[in-house]
Each structure stands twice: as structure tokens, then as C-alpha cells.
């Protein structure tokens, strides 16, 4: 925030909504903050992924928006509070844990997504005779959808030629974990 002298920023908003009379006691300053994030979170803006099932979000670093644009909802996120609005802003808590540079885990990733996270689970915590290689048929890459198209990355280097074993399975979690949550929004 070059140029900005950080005392403006801790002054308090007024919000006046055009055409609407009416004194600004907190009532309108909240209701134009609740009205800008869900604005902001539309799933349509492509900056945020939705998961319809927790009714969670998160960051989704494929976004053709300006990392500057992610900026200004963290400021934004910021502003709210210093003017008196607690909001509820359902952002999956793993969030935090990549903004202050802490390993995301496995319990992350049954918040955000539980289906994935019990899949793992089971991958896991396989111990039958028959070759997990030969049941899952499952290589070190990740598939998603992006604007309607599905999409396959690697997640190492000729990933798409190396098959989930009972002895490569907890890197292949680890790695999977690591790209959904910082790799695939590292910008």
C-alpha cells in the first residue's frame, strides 16, 4: 500500500446508497459490505472456487484476475472489522493456514473436500494382497474443471506416468494436497 497514508485507513466509512435516504448508524455500512462480498465470492468472477456441499470457498489461483484483485478483498476483508462489521464470510479455514505459510494437511482437506479426503483415506490405509496399483489404475496426477473444461496437471515431473503404489501413496497425498491448496494459487 505505497502512498497511502494508514491513518486514512483506520478511518471510519460512511456509506450513503444513492436514491435511499437514511443516516448511516451501522445498519447501512454492514449491509454494503454483506452486499459487496457476495458480490465479490460469485463463483461467475472465477476468483474463488465454491463447494456446494460444505458451502465453503477458496482461493482459485487459476483466475484470469489480477493477483492485485485478491489483494483488495484482503483489504476489503480488513476494512469491514475496523468499521465495526463482523461478517460471515465462509471461507474453507485452510485459507488462513496458506496466507500464514503453514503446511496445509490432510484434516484440511477433509473440510474442503470430504469425498477426496475419504478416497485418501482409504488409499491409505490399503493393506490387501491385490496390487493397489492394479485397483485404483491411478497415476501422480490431478484432474479438475476450469470455466467447463476438465483439466489434468502432474504433479511431478512425468507424474502422468507413475502409478499410486502402496509405496509411493503418501507422497502422492502429500503432493496432492500441496497443489490443491498452493500450487495451483501460488500467484
Excluded at 465454491?50 to 476494512?79: A, Q
Excluded at 493456514?97 to 484440511?108: C, Y
Aim: glycine content about 6%; overall charge negative.
Amino acid at each position: 500500500m505505497k502512498g497511502v497514508d494508514p491513518q486514512m485507513i483506520r478511518k471510519p466509512l460512511r456509506v450513503i446508497f444513492e436514491g435511499e435516504p437514511g443516516i448511516d448508524e451501522g445498519g447501512v455500512k454492514k449491509e454494503f459490505f454483506i452486499l459487496l462480498f457476495k458480490e465479490l465470492f460469485n463463483p461467475e468472477y472465477g476468483m474463488f472456487m465454491y463447494n456446494p456441499d460444505n458451502r465453503l470457498y477458496y482461493f482459485d489461483g487459476r483466475s484470469y484476475e489480477s493477483p492485485y484483485n485478491f489483494e483488495l478483498i484482503g483489504m476489503l476483508m480488513g476494512l469491514a472489522p475496523t468499521n465495526q462489521c463482523l461478517l460471515d464470510i465462509p471461507i474453507a479455514s485452510v485459507c488462513y493456514k496458506v496466507l500464514l505459510d503453514v503446511q496445509p494437511d490432510l484434516e484440511d482437506l477433509r473440510q474442503w473436500k470430504p469425498d477426496v479426503a475419504a478416497s485418501f483415506d482409504y488409499i491409505l490405509n490399503y493393506d490387501e494382497e491385490q496390487p493397489l496399483e492394479e485397483i485404483l489404475a491411478r497415476t501422480f496426477t490431478i484432474d479438475f474443471e476450469h470455466f467447463g473444461e476438465r483439466v489434468t496437471e502432474t504433479l511431478k515431473e512425468g507424474g502422468d506416468k507413475i502409478l499410486v503404489t502402496k509405496e509411493n501413496r503418501k507422497e502422492f497425498v502429500a503432493l496432492y494436497i500441496d497443489h490443491l491448496f498452493y500450487a495451483q494459487c501460488e500467484k
